[in-house]
């Protein structure tokens, strides 16, 4: 057996922010017949548990944020219900999903796109036109005309070249929820990497946990 150094397994998790890594690595060392530092092993899984319960803690700001808001309660809470809907149709392609998710992705956009022309009262602070304005107006006009694609084909019951897809988006509202407080321009809730991140992260756990709790419900419609 070979004992790989500290510095070694410092370097390999110095190159990569994946929460999972220490387990992973311990795998890879057992398959290739290396021991790693014991102390180095113990400081990476502290460490993975501290970056886990960062991720949790951004990911719970993106849920709850919009609940601490009344002009963003009455835009959400119906997103929630689409995403339940949603799941709870066949997980084929259907021009009933693809309507719904048309209306989602338009109630989003709608939004999205409100604070722009709001009018504001004397003295209330006013939108600030930041470096996050492209990629904000870039994500609500994307989900605006995906959006209107999803809704026409549904209504048309036929789907664009390539646009089939549009029948087999159950969970994307998933992702109008966790980043419409981004998109909502809420004080504080910019567009970073750690969101983005978080959102990924916990996007298969929900899938799974939504696909089987409703699946009772799924099979008798």
Partial sequence: MTRISTDLFESIRANSCNPCLPAFLALVFAVWGFIPNPVAVARQIATSKRVNHNYWAVFAELIETPFRHVETIWGIVPLYFALLLNEMT????????????????????????????RTRA???????????????LAVTFLAIALGAAALVSG???????????????????????TIFPMQAHLAGMNWTWERLIAI???????????HFGLMPIRNRT
């Fill in 122 to 136: 004397a003295g209330a602070p006013r939108l600030e036109l930041d470096a996050m304005l492209p990629i904000n």
């Fill in 155 to 177: 209504i048309r019951r036929t789907y664009p070249k390539y646009g089939s897809f549009l029948g087999h988006t159950r969970f994307s509202n998933y992702f109008m929820i």
């Fill in 90 to 117: 066949s997980a084929k392609a259907s021009y009933r999903t693809a309507i719904q998710t048309g209306f989602s992705f338009l109630w989003a956009g709608a939004q999205w796109l409100y604070p722009y022309f």
């Fill in 200 to 210: 990924t992260l916990f996007a298969a756990p929900i899938w799974l946990l939504l």
